[in-house]
């Protein structure tokens, strides 16, 4: 079974500032591992994945994220933020039946 | 990436009637499809896995009964919410699955008045 845990429900910062977003997963298999986008009302936007290729991930809109084992984390960053990132964030884990789990979801809120 | 798309994108509708949402995948064929429920501020729960051709598989506490899934066509699936009442009005997001991710629906929020 697989499942991830977001540290963190709701995240501020201010604009131009670094973008920190924690995701731990669990999985009894090598994992495919994910981080959404959800903008009110509507549904969820891939922002990357990672699929056991490389573990430094770059997604849309400047985000990337780092793929540890040892740490089994899966963190979402962005080196500056804009107004426009405000949203709610997922981290998804699957496996070999690519059952897909979600994270609570995390609020990234940016003050100007 | 694939496209999935979501009809309605919302309904309100009265206490006891039935609502059918449909998930089709536009450019690909997708022999699993997932139904998520939403509820505000909260994550996507799984409801069920729909597979072409076959039964859907429910997650445990989500009655069957009650959301009707058909996965008729490789590239469309159906939930239908019976007799609903209040306590169903949530956001329902389908998914199809293109190994080894899922592509997403822009969801239908459903209102039972």
């Known amino acids: 079974a697989q499942s991830v845990t977001q540290l963190g429900s709701h995240v501020s910062v201010s604009e131009g500032a670094l973008v920190l977003l924690r995701c731990n997963y669990s999985?009894?298999?090598?994992?495919?591992l994910f981080w959404y986008v959800q903008y009110p009302n509507q549904g969820l936007q891939l922002l990357l994945k990672?699929?056991?290729?490389?573990?430094l991930v770059k997604g849309i809109n400047g985000f990337e994220a780092e793929f540890k084992k040892s740490e089994t984390s899966f963190h979402l960053t962005k080196p500056s933020a804009h107004m426009s990132d405000a949203a709610e964030y997922f981290c998804a884990v699957s496996g070999n039946n690519n059952d897909m789990r979600f994270g609570a979801g995390t609020r990234l809120t940016v003050k100007p | 990436g694939a496209v999935v798309s979501q009809h309605p994108s919302w309904v309100i509708c009265k206490s006891g009637t039935s609502v059918k949402i449909e998930c089709r995948s536009l450019d690909f064929q997708a022999t699993t499809m997932f139904w998520y429920r939403q509820f505000p501020k909260q994550s996507l729960m799984l409801m069920a896995t729909s597979n072409e051709g076959s039964k859907a598989t429910y997650e445990q506490g989500v009655e069957k009964d009650k959301f009707l899934i058909n996965h008729a066509s490789l590239t469309l699936s159906t939930l239908t919410v019976t007799s609903a009442h209040p306590e169903d009005s949530s956001f329902y997001i389908c998914?199809?699955?293109?190994?080894?991710?899922?592509?997403f629906g822009p969801g239908t929020r459903l209102t039972v008045l």
């Open positions: 990672y699929t056991s290729a490389a573990t």
């Open positions: 998914s199809a699955r293109d190994v080894p991710e899922q592509f």
């Open positions: 999985s009894s298999v090598p994992p495919y």
